[in-house]
């Protein structure tokens, strides 16, 4: 799958949820709390990468690891969106800028 796919993905299951949380709390999440939701996303996946490196016991946890890495992309492809960001472009600078401070840095 492409990173447009992805985004298109995202996008889709974000509006499924939209369409819950209206029905269950009677207005959808705010891009705040979508950022809220990924920050425990990413507690939970640090757990689960202590339990495959073997320093923590959860049952199934490569399995686990893997789910939760989808779901902390999700949030970063909904939350881009959101906030207006061209995350291929986005990426594309960032990583061009850190190899170029980072060779720079490794040849002086």
């Known amino acids: ?15 499924l ?8 709390f009677g207005r959808c999440w705010s891009t705040a709390e979508i950022a809220l939701g990924f920050v425990g996303d990413v507690g939970d996946l640090a757990k689960l990468i202590q339990a495959v490196s073997g320093v923590r016991d959860i049952p199934d946890a490569a399995a686990k690891l893997e789910h939760e890495l ?3 992309l999700w949030s970063i492809l909904v939350l881009a969106d959101k906030l207006g960001v061209d995350l291929e ?16 840095e490794l040849s002086s």
């Open 17 to 24: 949820f939209e369409d819950f949380e209206m029905r269950r």
């Open 89 to 104: 472009d986005a990426f594309e600078r960032t990583m061009t800028d850190l190899k170029r401070r980072l060779r720079d």
């Open 1 to 15: 799958m492409k990173l447009e796919e992805a985004r298109q993905s995202a996008l889709e299951l974000r509006t």
């Open 70 to 72: 989808a779901d902390c």
